[in-house]
């Protein structure tokens, strides 16, 4: 860099966790977002993507400042693999002016959700869809 100072070397070691099997829904913010709702630090995400096909590969990365965030997730996410399967509910002909919050109430009196998502297109527009996931 002429007349400039060189940049400046970062002094931290990011730790990666490989993600698999992902949605080719899942973006960037998804993936950020629901690891930091079950409390993760994290320095930050990648969804992988074809570069032709911009069709998602189905794997990403997390990345942790500390080692021992990393391994605290990945020792979380192994517990949660022991999740009931038949307490997911896919949810079909929603309409358009729903959001998240809505979905969510309406199946409250059902049991304890774990999670709520209703699939929106990238403008934020419901897809008319969503998934519950109780605890069982």
């Known amino acids: 860099m002429p007349g400039g100072a ?6 931290f070691l990011v730790h990666s966790l490989y993600i698999g ?4 829904k ?12 079950r409390g993760y630090a ?8 074809n570069k032709e ?3 998602s590969r189905g794997y990403g990365y997390l990345n942790f400042y500390a080692q021992e965030e990393a391994e605290r997730c990945l020792e ?9 399967s038949k307490a997911n509910v896919l949810v079909k002909n929603l309409p358009k002016e729903m959001d998240q919050n809505t979905l969510k109430k309406l199946f409250d009196e059902f049991g304890t959700i774990k ?22």
């Open 115 to 136: 999670s709520a998502k209703l699939e929106v297109f990238s403008t934020g527009e419901s897809r008319c869809f969503g998934y519950i996931q109780f605890e069982t």
């Open 26 to 37: 899942t973006f960037d913010l998804d993936l950020y977002k629901f690891f930091k709702s």
């Open 53 to 55: 096909s911009r069709q």
């Open 21 to 24: 099997n992902l949605s080719s």
């Open 6 to 11: 060189p940049p400046a070397k970062r002094d």
């Open 42 to 49: 994290i320095a930050g995400v990648k969804v992988m993507f």
């Open 76 to 84: 979380g996410m192994k517990k949660d693999k022991d999740f009931d």
